[in-house]
């Protein structure tokens, strides 16, 4: 079955950096498009950034930070620069069957905190 894990979150200080990682298995990586989303205390789930055949990104996240993936590590990230307090959530990081994003994840790992102190 299909297994995301991700790893890499922490409490840092507004304006530091962090870079998140979440590694699949069961399914066949290079094939699928892959994004991360955030959950903050009280709101929704909302999408952060995606990359498949293209890499889109949230307006709130535009030019702070950036999607990548290591398809022979099975490894998407995200590395988070000039961190806010508002960035402040757990974040997801989520997979799709297919290779274009689409806005549908179909797997979803189990989330990794991030907090940001002012």
């Known amino acids: 079955q299909v297994q995301l894990v991700e790893s890499g979150g922490g409490l840092v200080q507004a304006g530091e950096s962090l870079r998140l990682s979440c590694v699949a298995s069961?399914?066949?990586?290079?094939?699928?498009?892959m994004a991360w989303y955030r959950q903050a205390p009280g709101k929704e789930r909302e999408f952060i950034a995606a990359?498949?055949?293209?890499?889109i990104y949230a307006d709130s996240v535009k030019g702070r930070f950036t999607i990548s993936r290591d398809n022979d590590k099975s490894t998407v990230y995200l590395q988070m620069n000039s961190l806010k307090p508002e960035d402040t959530a757990v974040y997801y990081c989520?997979?799709?069957?297919?290779?274009?994003?689409?806005?549908?994840?179909?797997?979803w790992g189990q989330g990794t905190q991030v907090t940001v102190s002012s």
């Open positions: 989520g997979a799709a069957r297919t290779r274009y994003w689409a806005a549908s994840v179909d797997y």
């Open positions: 069961g399914m066949t990586f290079s094939t699928n498009a």
């Open positions: 990359t498949g055949r293209s890499t």
